[in-house]
């Protein structure tokens, strides 16, 4: 699973249950919880914001129909409209966040494409919350 802080309304963001870091259903995370965007609208537009917004160049799809499972918890988004240049999907044309008329059975996914120019960091000791390994892929 991978996840980003994104600094505005929306407190993070997350690809979960894909065959891969690259791939997964898209979740974000407001108020404190994580939920799941509604495929209403959803194109690769809209996939490659998130995309970007993960640290990929680009989305090569963006799959509908809670194609990576059904998420769990609220339903944050819902008619997310992205012309492709965003930064983050917060920019993009949508309902307040919360406003919605799906089920999990319509959760949108991701499958990115391209090198991850963001480093994470990996967890080496449990006993010390500060510590781990700067993982750099390039």
Not at 110 to 119: A, D, E, F
Request: with cysteine.
């Amino acid at each position: 699973m991978l996840s980003r802080y994104t600094g505005d309304g929306i407190q993070g963001i997350r690809i979960a249950d894909g065959l891969s870091n690259s791939s997964g259903r898209v979740e974000v995370l407001v108020f404190g919880e994580w939920g799941t965007l509604c495929d209403d609208s959803w194109d690769l537009l809209d996939a490659m914001v998130v995309c970007k917004q993960l640290g990929y160049q680009t989305a090569l799809t963006g799959p509908r129909e809670a194609y990576f499972g059904r998420g769990t918890g609220l339903i944050w988004m819902d008619n997310v409209q992205c012309r492709g240049n965003e930064v983050s999907l917060s920019e993009c044309s949508q309902p307040p966040l919360g406003e919605h008329d799906c089920d999990h059975s319509k959760d949108a996914g991701v499958v990115c494409g391209g090198k991850n120019i963001h480093p994470r960091l990996a967890e080496s000791n449990r006993n010390y919350r500060y510590f781990g390994n700067l993982d750099i892929k390039v």
